[in-house]
Structure formats: structure tokens, C-alpha cells
């Protein structure tokens, strides 16, 4: 049972989804000079982006993850580094009108993944 499904319409009448591009990491070439070049595919998604929870936060303080941080809920699955399967995080960009316009996130950390969506967080990056 999708119980995120099921409230979603009363979420989004209060806080609407907006649209981002989230470049899903299918991990990495590496160049001539030995220097790993990092590869990604784009996927553009609507996200529900909201301030994190008192929980999230005691949870990223024991991390030590510092920044601008928000959560994301998200149909799919997105994740932040996987070492065994040589990918690294995937980048979140807010699409034209959506402030922060053009500035780059990274996804931290997963807080919840069920079968059809995902919870995770993103911090802002200084560039890509």
C-alpha cells in the first residue's frame, strides 16, 4: 500500500511539487591524465522539497553534514554515494522559476526508501 500516494493531494494543496532535474549518476569515465570524469543521465522529475524534521536533523548531526540543507520526497530512487557500485551522488537543479534557480545540490543521505519513492536529503553545493 502507497500510503504517500494516498496523502500526496492534501501534501501538495499546501506546499505544491515543483519541477528539478536530477542528473542520476551511472558512474565514471576515467581520462587520459588518470583523473576519474564523473557521468551522469538526466531525469526530470516533480519533487516535494520541505524543511527537515527535528529527527532528520539529530540524524545528519551524528553524520557531521554541514551546509544548506532541505529534505526531498521523490517518486523512484535516488541516492547519495554507493562505493560498491562506483557511483557517486546524484545532483539535484531546480528548474527555471523555482527559487534557488541554477544552483546545484547534492544528495547527502537517504532518510527513507520504500518501493515507489524516496526521502533524501540535499546540500547545497558552491558549484558542480
Request: proline residues 4%; without cysteine; charged residues 15%.
Given at each position: 500500500m502507497n500510503l504517500h500516494g494516498?496523502?500526496?493531494g492534501a501534501i501538495?494543496?499546501?506546499?505544491p511539487d515543483v519541477w528539478a532535474t536530477i542528473?542520476?549518476?551511472t558512474g565514471y569515465t576515467t581520462l587520459p591524465s588518470g583523473r576519474q570524469?564523473?557521468?551522469y543521465e538526466n531525469v526530470d522529475v516533480k519533487i516535494q522539497v520541505?524543511?527537515?524534521t527535528y529527527t532528520d536533523l539529530m540524524k545528519l548531526d551524528g553524520l557531521n553534514i554541514q551546509g544548506v540543507r532541505?529534505?526531498?520526497?521523490?517518486y523512484g530512487f535516488y541516492a547519495g554515494v554507493i562505493r560498491d557500485r562506483a557511483r557517486g551522488?546524484?545532483?539535484?537543479t531546480f528548474a527555471d522559476g523555482v527559487v534557488p534557480e541554477g544552483q546545484v545540490w547534492l544528495i547527502a543521505q537517504e532518510l527513507e526508501v520504500w518501493p515507489d519513492w524516496v526521502k533524501f536529503v540535499i546540500t547545497l553545493q558552491n558549484g558542480e
Open positions: 494516498i496523502v500526496r501538495t494543496s499546501v506546499n542528473r542520476v549518476s570524469q564523473p557521468q520541505q524543511a527537515l532541505r529534505a526531498i520526497y521523490a551522488g546524484d545532483l539535484v
